[in-house]
C-alpha cells in the first residue's frame, strides 16, 4: 500500500509562509493523483488543491488561488503545498491524498498522510 506522512506546519502569524511536505513511501507515485486537503476543528474536510503526478496538471480551490501552489519532486518521491500570504481562516489540519483519479472529493482518494497542523495568529 501507500504510505504517505505529512511534514512542515507550525505557526506562523497572518500574511507569512509555510511550505508543506507530503513523502510517500514508495518509490513512485505513478500513476496517482495527489491531493491536499484540510480541516479546522468542527468542520467538514475541504479541498485545497490537487495534481496529476505525470504532466503535473493541477488545480485549486478558489479561497486558495494566487496564494498556494502545488508541487511534486519525482526524486524525492515527495509533494509539496507551498502557502503564502496565509490568513487565520487558513488554519486547519492538513492532510495529504494518494488516489488513482483526481478532483475535490475526499471520498475518491484512497491513502492519506497523518495530518499536520497549521495554525495562521492574526
Known amino acids: 500500500q501507500v504510505q504517505l506522512v505529512e511534514s512542515g506546519g507550525g505557526l506562523v502569524q497572518a500574511g507569512g509562509s509555510l511550505r508543506l511536505s507530503c513523502a510517500a513511501s514508495?518509490?513512485?507515485?505513478?500513476?496517482?493523483?495527489v491531493a491536499w486537503f484540510r480541516q479546522a476543528p468542527g468542520k467538514e474536510r475541504e479541498f485545497v488543491a490537487d495534481?496529476?503526478?505525470?504532466?503535473?496538471?493541477?488545480s485549486y480551490h478558489d479561497s486558495v488561488k494566487g496564494r498556494f501552489t502545488i508541487s511534486r519532486d519525482n526524486i524525492k518521491n515527495t509533494a509539496y503545498l507551498q502557502m503564502n500570504s496565509l490568513k487565520p481562516e487558513d488554519t486547519a489540519v492538513y492532510y495529504c491524498?494518494?488516489?488513482?483519479?483526481?478532483?475535490?472529493?475526499?471520498?475518491?482518494?484512497?491513502?492519506w498522510g497523518q495530518g499536520t497542523q497549521v495554525t495562521v495568529s492574526s
Open positions: 491524498a494518494a488516489g488513482r483519479g483526481g478532483g475535490t472529493d475526499y471520498k475518491i482518494y484512497n491513502y
Open positions: 514508495r518509490r513512485t507515485l505513478n500513476p496517482y493523483h
Open positions: 495534481i496529476r503526478w505525470i504532466g503535473s496538471t493541477s
